[in-house]
């Protein structure tokens, strides 16, 4: 790659579930070098899963710099950081010593599950969907949070409370990019912790002291698109301002120019999310869908939010990462395209993925992730297949409800994330939908959305419409004469489903 004296450049920062990525945009928006390392997951218990926040960081540092190497452009050449990352995953930390005070609980942790139930028996499931947008479920991060400063009781630990912090993972990592002098979030982050309220974009002070969370420890709400603060200048040897920070799913939907009601992309990463831009107005989901923020900014010294309505479904890249790690059923997530086309069908294996419970719309924590059908001829490939296939099911109840919630339907699929790579499983996504699913060539949208916001917010960029039509589409996948033998085999799934929903009785 030729560098030249006059380019600019801008840095994303992708700091995902499985892994934490470093990609330069040119002044084109056009990548021009990444990097990544894979994330340690923790499972100290079943249903357990949690992040080192050290290593979160050592590897941001790392991959930073990594990236500077590799590309040959020099740090003073960025403009800004655009920073996307992981929502509801939490932890809190001591100001003083810049060290966690406990492992961060990743989202698709289900500890606090119990306390969960003992809210919705006391009726305040309703007052936190009304209050947030969100369904009350261990998914979020109020019941992480409180969980921890139960934790930190039970232990003694001997930190003044005054020191205290807590945060989502780009509060962290702001935090630490700032040498410690900046604690904040944006709105597309708040809206996942179940404590902000989703109408005056603030933390919700009844809602706060329900989980006995108090407010001094959390960040302060920022606009997604605005300037939250400088590197420490001795860390990259200049000081780079971070102009945008977003959730990974908002980030997608802005990288795939999804900014008018009614446009939705899907992303098949850890899990699946599927979101849709309800514009200024908010929408409240009949059909067990999120109410969320998109992304914040200010606009004539106002505040303006886009709403977006959300599917969020827990299991997907982390199923064929189970089938690798786990089960050792496939070396790699690429084989299982290969396995899968080696059978006809499933012979009749149906996979339920509900490793952390079922999310959207069935918002089951209790339920179990299951094979059904299993009979004397089922091989690995018939095994891997259903994973696949599984992945799709959930992604058509999840399009159902959302067409029903709105007044546009959805009439082609726009897709990204790592397993949206697997071939195979789009066909099946098309078939099962029947309507175009579309890939683009470049695939990384999260990291995508956040340069995009990031350089239109310095004025690097002032057409975000040119921006997103430079974006090319790789392939796109219609449906097929086999539209109708998937759609039936979707009917048999939803009855595997309920079976795993009652597993425990």
């Known amino acids: 790659m030729m560098i030249t004296d006059t380019e600019k450049y801008i840095l994303a920062l992708d700091l995902g579930t499985t892994g ?28 357990w899963l949690e992040h080192d926040a050290e290593e979160i960081w050592e590897d941001t540092y790392t991959i930073i710099k990594q990236v500077f190497r590799d590309t040959g452009v020099s740090a003073s050449k960025v403009e800004a950081i655009g920073l996307t990352v992981q929502r509801e995953t939490c932890l809190l930390w001591d100001k003083t010593t810049g060290k966690p005070l406990h492992k961060a609980i990743v989202w698709q942790d289900r500890r606090t599950t119990t306390l969960c139930l003992e809210l919705a028996a006391k009726g305040e499931a309703e007052k936190i969907h009304q209050r947030t947008g969100l369904i009350l479920d261990a998914y979020f991060s109020a019941t992480k949070l409180s969980w921890l400063l139960d934790w930190m009781k039970r232990e003694k630990l001997n930190i003044d409370p005054k020191n205290i912090l807590a945060g989502t993972i780009d509060t962290w990592i702001l935090w630490k990019l700032t040498g410690g002098k900046v604690h904040a979030t944006d709105h597309s982050n708040a ?178 992730g299951a094979f059904l059908g299993i009979t004397g001829g089922v091989t690995r490939e018939n095994m891997v297949r259903a994973v696949l296939e599984a992945i ?39 078939d099962l939908l029947g309507i175009p699913v579309e890939r683009p060539a470049f695939i990384d949208a999260t990291a995508q959305g956040a340069a995009f916001a990031a350089g239109l917010t310095i004025g690097l960029w002032d057409d975000y419409q040119k921006l997103v039509s430079n974006s090319q589409v790789e392939q796109v996948f219609n449906p097929s004469e086999n539209v109708e033998s998937v759609q039936e085999s979707f009917v048999v799934w939803q009855k595997a489903v309920s079976r795993a929903k009652n597993w425990i009785e």
């Open 191 to 368: 809206s996942r912790t179940m404590l902000m309220n989703i109408e005056s974009l603030d933390w919700d002070q009844e809602l706060l002291d329900l989980f006995q969370i108090p407010r001094e420890i959390m960040p302060e709400i920022k606009p997604s698109f605005g300037i939250f603060g400088n590197t420490k200048a001795d860390l990259f040897g200049v000081s780079i301002p971070i102009a945008t920070v977003l959730g990974d799913q908002q980030a997608a939907l802005f990288a795939h120019g999804c900014n008018l009601p009614g446009m939705s992309k899907c992303t098949y990463g850890t899990g699946n999310f599927l979101i849709a831009n309800t514009g200024d107005s908010l929408t409240k989901s009949q059909n067990q869908l999120l109410s969320t923020i998109a992304w914040t900014q200010e606009a004539n010294g106002k505040l303006k939010a886009t709403y977006a309505l959300e599917g969020a479904m827990f299991t997907t890249g982390a199923c064929l990462q189970w089938l690798r790690d786990g089960m050792k059923l496939i070396d790699s997530a690429a084989e299982s395209e290969l396995l899968a086309l080696e059978v006809k069908d499933t012979n009749g294996v149906y996979f339920v993925p509900a490793l952390s419970g079922l999310g959207a719309p069935h918002w089951d924590m209790n339920a179990r």
């Open 20 to 47: 934490n990525r470093a990609i330069l945009f040119n002044s084109q928006g056009a990548s021009v070098g990444q990097t990544y390392k894979e994330l340690t997951q923790y499972y100290p218990y079943p249903g």
């Open 392 to 430: 799709a099911f959930q992604v058509k109840e999840v399009v159902d409800a959302m067409n029903k919630d709105s007044e546009f339907s959805i009439g082609n699929l726009k897709v990204d994330g790592g397993v949206s790579q697997n071939n195979f499983l789009m066909q099946f996504q098309a």
